[in-house]
T-cell receptor
Framework: GQSLEQPSEVTAVEGAIVQINCTYQTSGFYGLSWYQQHDGGAPTFLSY????GLEETGRFSSFLSRSDSYGYLLLQELQMKDSASYFC?????????FGQGTELSVKP | ETGVTQTPRHLVMGMTNKKSLKCEQH?????MYWYKQSAKKPLELMFVYSLEERVENNSVPSRFSPECPNSSHLFLHLHTLQPEDSALYLC???????????????FGAGSRLTVL
């Protein structure tokens, strides 16, 4: 089978750095994506790693290590508006398989 | 209208009703998806359409019936649902292309379904 594991909840303070991990058990995928979903809203694309290493997009960075079956999303300079759910997803060619999501709460 | 639009946003139905969810994308994409989102569970892929042909049916019960009349519209017809089918149903679209980069999905805001 295929599964992705993420922590269910993470809490951090404004201005801090937080890392959301994603471990997976699947084979043969094109890359690892991250999506953000605010309460009541649509999931929106954040970042994608096709190759091992770090991809940086502003305050957000994403990392992939295929040998470790592991990736993470790093959020820097946290803001209150970053409070949301974050999903990792493997790209299986024409379809995305999602993890159960991590609810991030940013406190003042 | 821009992006991916889903209607209705909220739907309450009895187990014997027949209803439909509608999705429309204005992005020129050629692939469309239905996902089910339940509390504390991963987004579950239900159906994938590429170039208006169904390419994936992820073991979804026959009480859910998709329809893709053209590349801009996707429907999910609902019939004889169960209370456990209550969830947020998300539609998404993407540009299905040669694997040169991320398969980026653009999601609609979802249709919140409650089955009584």
């Amino acid at each position: 089978g295929q599964s992705l594991e993420q922590p269910s909840e993470v809490t951090a303070v404004e201005g801090a750095i937080v890392q959301i991990n994603c471990t997976y058990q699947t084979s043969g995928f094109y890359g690892l994506s991250w999506y953000q979903q605010h309460d009541g809203g649509a999931p929106t694309f954040l970042s994608y790693n096709a190759l091992d290493g770090l991809e940086e997009t502003g305050r957000f960075s994403s990392f992939l290590s295929r040998s470790d079956s592991y990736g993470y999303l790093l959020l820097q300079e946290l803001q209150m508006k970053d409070s949301a759910s974050y999903f990792c997803a493997v790209d299986k060619g024409g379809k995305l398989i999602f993890g159960q999501g991590t609810e991030l709460s940013v406190k003042p | 209208e821009t992006g991916v639009t889903q209607t209705p946003r909220h739907l309450v139905m009895g187990m014997t009703n027949k209803k439909s969810l509608k999705c429309e994308q204005h992005l020129g994409h050629n692939a469309m998806y239905w996902y089910k989102q339940s509390a504390k569970k991963p987004l579950e892929l239900m159906f994938v359409y590429s170039l208006e042909e169904r390419v994936e049916n992820n073991s979804v019960p026959s009480r859910f019936s998709p329809e893709c009349p053209n590349s801009s519209h996707l429907f999910l017809h609902l019939h004889t649902l169960q209370p456990e089918d209550s969830a947020l149903y998300l539609c998404a679209s993407s540009q299905d292309r040669v694997r040169t980069g991320a398969n980026v999905l653009t999601f609609g805001a979802g249709s919140r379904l409650t089955v009584l």
